[in-house]
């Protein structure tokens, strides 16, 4: 039957698709008692025509009768067919499955390792399920080994009723994989290779993540949201304001599994390490750690100080040995008076011993921080129009500074007048010998009627060839004049990353000029990210400081940043308000070196509330300068970051300046670095172009994991290129115990459960029962709206009549 209605279809020239089935339908059959009626109607005609044939056409042999009755009976048959309308009816059937969402946690508090201490039957449950050890297993690992467990069973089960879609969240949700609903015969959907779980969200907003989910699945009917976290929220909605949003989407079943040991672990650990970025070769310095313990009676424990060398080798410098208790307990560990006999760059490791019943924890009992070993200071030339009150607090502060060696030259000082400085100038240098002394020249607010042109020039030769430092600071007295292009000074003019609004300028800036009212501070969205500005540890807290600063009365007008100069911070002009942000500090690479400008000699004003920030602004960007004078000699290459520390989930921003044998920009669709890990392990970093920089490319990438990491070049370009930094832990994500009331509250929706294992965990996502809807759809196609069906009608009749007429029947 199912052959000849696609042979039916065929000819009509209907297509069919595949899967769809074909059916025989009379479209205007009625129905009920009505649709018996016309049967009988049907078989009464053709029970006329039989009768009439027998009184009629009773001298005829039975065969001519029997074929002119049925002529009669096919012609009233197709008669009747063209009034009940017959149709091939198409018949295709849509399934739109039911959506499964699970949600894991990939904050950072799922990296701890719990004692169960108290929790025996937890820590039993997981042992079920293949775990050897669940003490020495972090919760992420946990979620692993029961996503993975019985070849991922948990998922295949689930898709044989609904689609599976798997998000990792911390702040927002992150696709992990999905399974496919496997159909109505309910056979085994195909398994997908989820990605490895990574626990380095800096935030637990689930909330956020329920919503987000809920929201990518509103077209489907929700079968089931299932939840797998500590519970530690630090961000977004509680947990019974969680259930009313599941509530309101009419999820059928919400499941909640706690991972971690609900009762307070006892736990060691160190908080944090505090290190000086550079010292110089022998000096003394101290190294500080904070030592913390919960959930502990008075103890003791050791904590070491080590140190890796260059080559890997390890050091144990000293031991001290600490006390604490009473439940909660914090301590300070000094390791003063540590020395390095070399240079380089060395790792020093502090830790702490653990108690019996702890088992070891890199990420609790592990602390490292770079120092850098200076065989030499920075050596810097600053050179000032006047004593203004910037010069004075940089002079002083710079003098103090170990790292630094200063050479002040004040130019408006008499002949015989002593200048300031650890090395004291008697006349400033006049060739390039004398100037190779330095590092980086700071010229705060310069009078360049006493500059030569001979000599500006040979300070440009020492950034651009020799990798030096230049630092332009502006101030009301003497910088306007300094800018202009018939000034001594143009040839550090034209190096600097901005050009200057000399027409404004003349207008609006000079000596007796200064605002009545300060300008804010403004972190452009580079310069949030620059080392410079990272006046303090975190860049949020930088940032948070950056705009609690006094302001400036003095800004020096600029017309635009030059191409590839990056803007740091910059200001409103409450006069010019059309023009946008206006760069106030700004930095780009010339040559061998780097240029930095400075538009305000007022940052000692921060000291009023912030000498540290005041402090390490100079002694960052000196660093900064200075770096360019480090790299000197491989001018095809440079490497620039956008943090040296950053937490755990914060993406690092690399950029490359790449220059052929030739050196000139490179053009290419790409450039690839290798980021190298402390283990030696690597991984190809590829960057993208800029555009409209040529030359410059660029990079940001999520680190997913704590340590010390390298960018450098996949192939030798000369002189060894490398840029490290440092990923530590966010300190927004605490250890602690799995927040089971928090959850708790969110299983409180409707249909919501808590298992307390994962053994009650799987058997409640065994009973999920499928939300998937079957829709048909039907397409009908007639099939005696035709001329074939009248002419078969036609024929019938006159074959009837032509018999009937031989047979003077008529």
């Given at each position: ?114 004692s169960y201490g108290r929790a025996e039957s937890i820590a ?366 143009k040839p550090l003019v034209d190096i600097l990353p901005v ?71 910059e200001f409103v002009d409450p006069h010019d308000r059309d ?232």
């Amino acid at each position: 039957m199912n052959e000849l209605l696609r042979w039916l279809a065929a000819c009509r020239g209907i297509e069919i698709e595949p899967g769809t089935e074909l059916r025989f339908e009379l479209s205007s059959f009625p129905s009920g008692g009505l649709g018996f009626l016309v049967i009988l109607a049907l078989v009464g005609t053709l029970a006329m025509v039989v009768l009439a044939y027998r009184r009629d056409a009773h001298r005829l042999s039975p065969g001519r009768r029997a074929v002119l009755a049925a002529l009669r009976a096919l012609a009233i048959l197709v008669a009747f067919a063209l009034l009940l309308e017959p149709n091939l009816v198409t018949v295709k059937r849509d399934v739109r499955p039911g959506a499964t969402i699970l949600l894991v946690d990939t904050s950072q508090s799922m990296n701890q390792e719990d004692s169960y201490g108290r929790a025996e039957s937890i820590a039993n449950a997981w042992r079920e399920l293949g775990v050897a050890d669940p003490t020495h297993t972090s919760r992420i690992q946990l979620v692993d080994s029961l996503l993975a467990h019985d070849d991922e069973a948990l998922l295949t089960d689930l898709a044989r009723d609904n689609d599976v879609y798997v998000y990792g969240f911390h702040s927002g949700i992150e696709p992990i994989g999905a399974i496919e609903y496997a159909g109505a015969d309910h056979s085994d959907p195909e398994p997908v290779a989820l990605e490895t779980l990574a626990a380095t969200g800096k935030f637990t907003n689930l909330g956020a993540a329920v919503r987000s989910a809920l929201e990518r699945h509103r077209d489907s009917t929700i079968a089931a949201l299932l939840v797998v976290s500590d519970g530690r929220r630090n961000l977004g909605a509680r947990g019974s304001e969680i259930a009313r949003g599941i509530e309101q989407r009419r999820v059928e079943r919400t499941l909640v599994l706690p991972i971690g040991d609900p009762s307070a672990t006892r736990t060691v650990r160190l908080t944090r390490i505090d290190a000086p970025e550079k010292v110089f070769q022998k000096d003394p310095f101290t190294i500080r750690a904070n030592v913390e313990s919960q959930g502990y009676d008075d103890i003791t424990v050791d904590v070491r100080l080590k140190r890796t060398g260059e080559g890997g080798d390890v050091e144990v410098l000293a031991t001290e040995t600490v006390d604490l208790g009473d439940g909660h307990r914090e301590a300070l560990v000094e390791f003063a008076g540590q020395r390095s006999n070399e240079a380089g760059v060395f790792t020093y490791v502090v830790e702490v011993e653990p108690p019996e019943f702890e088992s070891p924890s890199p990420e609790r009992h592990v602390q490292r921080t770079q120092v850098e070993v200076l065989g030499e200071q920075t050596r810097v030339l600053m050179i000032a129009g006047g004593p203004s009150h910037e010069f004075r607090f940089v002079r002083t502060q710079l003098m103090r500074d170990n790292t630094v060696s200063l050479s002040a030259w004040l130019l408006s000082a008499d002949p015989n007048f002593p200048q300031d400085g650890n090395v004291v100038l008697e006349k400033l240098p006049d060739d390039r010998e004398a100037l190779d002394e330095y590092d980086v020249f700071v010229f705060l607010d310069p009078d360049a009627s006493k500059l030569s042109p001979e000599f500006c020039e040979l300070v440009r030769k020492q950034v651009e060839e020799s990798g030096a430092g230049l630092w332009w600071v502006c101030g009301e007295i003497y910088t306007l004049e300094a800018l202009r292009p018939t000034a001594s000074t143009k040839p550090l003019v034209d190096i600097l990353p901005v050009v200057p609004d000399l027409e404004r300028a003349d207008q609006r800036f000079g000596l007796g000029r200064a605002r009545a009212e300060p300008l804010a501070y403004r972190l452009t969205p580079d310069g949030a990210q620059h080392k410079i500005a990272r006046i303090l540890d975190s860049r949020e807290d930088s940032a948070r400081l950056w705009a609690a600063l006094p302001g400036f009365y003095v800004a020096f007008p600029v017309e635009r940043i030059k191409p590839g100069a990056i803007s740091i911070a910059e200001f409103v002009d409450p006069h010019d308000r059309d023009l946008g942000g206006v760069p106030l500090i700004a930095t780009q690479f010339f040559g061998a070196g780097r240029v930095l400008y400075t538009g305000t000699d007022d940052t000692y004003r921060w000291r009023s509330i912030s000498e540290h920030a005041h402090n390490r602004f100079w002694i960052k960007g000196l660093r900064h300068l200075f770096e360019g004078r480090l790299t000197a000699g491989n001018a095809r290459l440079r490497l620039t970051l956008g943090d040296e520390k950053l937490e755990l989930g914060s993406p690092q921003h690399v950029i490359a300046e790449v220059k052929t044998e030739t050196f000139a920009p490179l053009v290419a669709a790409g450039y690839d670095l290798v980021l190298e890990r402390e283990d030696g392990s690597t991984e190809p970093l590829p960057l993208s172009p800029v555009e409209g920089v040529p030359g410059q490319y660029e990079t940001r990438f999520w680190p997913r994991a704590t340590g010390f990491f390298q960018v450098r070049p996949q192939e030798d370009v000369g002189r060894e290129v490398r840029a490290t930094f440092q990923v530590v832990r966010a300190e927004v994500e605490k250890e602690g115990p799995a927040d089971v009331a928090e959850l708790d509250a969110i299983a409180s929706a409707h249909g919501g459960v808590l298992c307390r294992t994962p053994v009650e965990f799987l058997a409640a996502a065994g009973s999920i029962e499928s939300m998937s809807v079957t829709d048909t759809f039907l397409s009908q196609h007639g099939i005696w709206d035709s001329w074939v069906t009248v002419l078969v009608l036609l024929t019938l009749l006159s074959a009837e009549w032509w018999l009937r007429k031989r047979a003077n029947l008529l």
